[in-house]
């Protein structure tokens, strides 16, 4: 079973920032928080990554409190196509990743 | 680059027909993952492949369930004989190398058992 929780859903308005958080308070130390997204009919698709530190890339921004207990996904700038189910998820040892239910986040026009 | 690539996007069987999913990973990617998707939840993961050898497929049903990757590149699901609970997407993945390397899914293939 998947190690991390998240709000079953979320809206968001087009323009706003959308910020997901998820609980993983039995991370280990040596495991990554992967954030991959869901959008309708598709494969899920890669976001980004961090262990301790906050990380940014070109699709969005991960925050990590410091005891890693938890994390929030930042997308600056939220679009119609940003209308997804959001993953999270701690990456165990043998690097398989264990899905849990995500967050669906509704963009709103 | 190319994707992940899978056929069919979409199948429907009756119950007790055998069916087959075929996967083509990404170019020199030498992780193959298999995953089923019930509606409504996250994919779970079937089996795992490092180059052609299964190294992880404790979450595969072996009665009716089975899995090639001949030639350490293309893949093969196979389920005989198909089953209504079998009904979900069956998406496939691959990676460069395993352990923290990101996965890249294909669109699944969407299985209807009647």
């Known amino acids: 079973d998947a190690k991390t929780t998240q709000p079953t859903s979320m809206d968001c308005a087009e323009g706003r920032a959308a910020n997901l958080p998820c609980n993983h308070s039995t991370i280990s130390g040596n495991e990554y928080v992967y954030w991959y997204r869901q959008i309708h009919s598709q494969g899920p698709q890669y976001i980004i990554h961090g262990l301790k530190n906050n990380e940014t890339n070109e699709m969005a921004s991960l925050i990590i409190t410091e005891d890693r207990k938890s994390s929030t996904l930042i997308l600056p700038h939220a679009t119609l196509r940003d209308t997804a189910v959001y993953y999270c998820?701690?990456?165990?040892?043998?690097?398989?990743?264990?899905f849990g239910k995500g967050t669906k986040l509704s963009v709103k026009p | 680059e190319a994707g992940v690539v899978q056929s069919p996007r979409y199948k429907i069987i009756e119950k007790k027909q055998p069916v087959a999913f075929w996967c083509n990973p990404i170019?020199?990617?030498?992780?193959l993952y298999w995953y089923r998707q019930n509606l409504g939840q996250g994919p779970e993961l079937l089996i795992r492949y490092e180059n052609e050898e299964a190294v992880d497929d404790s979450q595969l049903p072996k009665d009716r369930f089975s899995a090639e990757r001949l030639k350490g590149v293309d893949s093969t699901l196979k389920i005989q004989p198909a089953e209504l609970g079998d009904s979900a997407v069956y998406l496939c993945?691959?990676?460069?190398?395993?352990?923290?390397?990101?996965?890249?899914f294909g669109p699944g293939t969407r299985l209807l058992v009647l």
């Open positions: 993945a691959s990676s460069l190398l395993r352990g923290w390397e990101t996965q890249y």
């Open positions: 170019s020199g990617h030498n992780t």
């Open positions: 998820i701690d990456l165990r040892s043998q690097g398989n990743l264990i």
